[in-house]
Nanobody, 123 residues
């Protein structure tokens, strides 16, 4: 199993910045991708930013240029730096990891989610 613990959410005024961090612990062989999703009230969960194992990044159009995803392999963390925040960025943000795990002689690709952290941007 892999456990993900998020931190850094909170309340900020429009135009402000926040940094989210997600630390992973547990057993896995390798990481396929890691990143962040969000879910606003009454809406489906959506991709915010994703980074693959080779460093390729993908951002939602609504956040490109304002948000930056980064990873620290030594610390087993993935961060999301959010700048120029807007009220429409208000949501619960979820950390996501896609990893390879070994089970004896075979391997599986498993997805893990954090518990979510609230980000509220006031106008």
């Amino acid at each position: 199993q892999v456990q993900l613990v998020e931190s850094g959410g909170g309340l900020v005024q429009a135009g402000g910045s926040l940094r989210l961090s997600c630390r992973a612990s547990g057993s896995y062989v390798s990481i396929n991708a890691m990143g962040w999703y969000r879910q606003a009230p009454g809406k489906q969960r959506e991709l915010v930013a994703l980074m693959t194992s080779d460093g390729f990044t993908n951002y939602a159009d609504s956040v490109r240029g304002r948000f930056t995803v980064s990873r620290d392999n030594a610390q087993n963390t993935v961060d999301l730096q959010m700048t120029t925040l807007k009220p429409e960025d208000t949501a619960v943000y979820y950390c996501y990891w896609d990893v390879e795990r070994r089970h004896g002689d075979f391997y599986t690709e498993d997805d893990y989610w954090g518990q979510g952290t609230q980000v509220t941007v006031s106008s």
